[in-house]
């Protein structure tokens, strides 16, 4: 028995430095989810990327919209960006895309960029309707939308629920859904039963019937490809996919001389 003492004791020790570790990560779960830049934009970056504050004239924003072009639109492109940063940072999408001939509008989430509020899915998802609601109400159809690694999970979210007529959807390194991808990540704690934010994109777009592009990093090394191919199995919409050369979760081309950017938005609009 005086044997078995210290062993008890040992085991004690560790299951009880586990129940820490597991009660730790529940209760900042969502400080280790979501990282953002809270920082306002600057003034000087927004007009060297030809964006301006939307909706316009208005202190709490919702985004960043990029100029009218100087040509009839072929439409809106809202971006939900990825978890990182600010929308401001992610002035490349406008590069790419408005040469194309869309109006890109950056959406920005609470407790992002100088944006009021915490970041959580409900928060995310009711804000990114709203910005759609206002999308469309203020430039009309047809409006794309377009989410890059969290980004996919609200956009995925707002198209299950949409307030405004959504014709086609892009997904940049996108996951299947959150439970499973952090299991996968973390297998010596049970985050499947653990997480409050779930970010079901298999789930929200099992109904969704408009076009899906689904871009892939190849060597994605935050969210495993795999995560992104069973979402694109599991689409029944019309869809295509796209992967990234050596591209990684954070070093895709965001060069706008790219030909996948045009490819991706030709699939979608059945550009002939």
């Known amino acids: 028995m005086n044997r078995l003492t210290p062993l008890l004791t040992i085991l004690f020790v560790l299951i009880t430095l586990y129940g820490f570790v597991v009660l730790a990560a529940f209760l900042l779960q969502r400080q ?34 990029s100029r009218t072009p100087p040509f009839p639109t072929r439409g809106a492109v809202i971006v939900f960006h990825g978890n990182a940063g600010a929308a ?43 910005t759609l609601r206002r999308a469309y109400a203020e430039f009309g159809a047809p409006i794309y939308l377009w989410g890059e690694s969290l980004g996919s999970g609200v956009a995925a979210a707002v198209a299950a629920a949409p307030v405004a007529p959504v014709e086609g959807l892009v997904l940049l390194t996108p996951w299947d859904n959150l439970p499973d991808l952090a299991q996968s990540l973390y297998p010596f704690l049970p985050v499947r039963f653990l997480l409050r934010d779930r970010y079901d994109s298999v789930r929200a777009l099992a109904a969704f019937t408009q076009p899906v592009a ?17 979402l694109y199995a599991s ?20 060069n706008p001389a790219h030909p996948w950017w045009r490819a991706v938005m030709k699939f979608l609009t059945a550009e002939k």
């Open 235 to 254: 689409l029944a919409a019309p869809k295509q996919r796209w992967i990234l050369p050596d591209a990684g979760h954070n070093t895709w081309p965001t």
């Open 88 to 130: 401001w940072q992610r002035s490349y999408y406008v590069d790419a895309l408005q040469p194309l001939g869309y109006r890109v509008i950056l959406a920005e989430y609470p407790g992002y960029g100088g944006r009021a509020g915490r970041p959580s899915e409900a928060a995310l998802v009711a804000d990114a309707q709203a």
């Open 214 to 230: 689904v871009v892939i990093a190849e060597r994605d090394e935050i969210i495993p490809p795999a995560r992104a191919e069973r």
């Open 32 to 65: 280790l989810l979501y990282f953002p830049n809270s920082d306002p934009p600057p003034a000087a970056q927004l007009a060297a990327a030809g964006l301006t504050t939307w909706p316009a004239g208005e202190v709490a924003y919702r985004g960043f919209v």
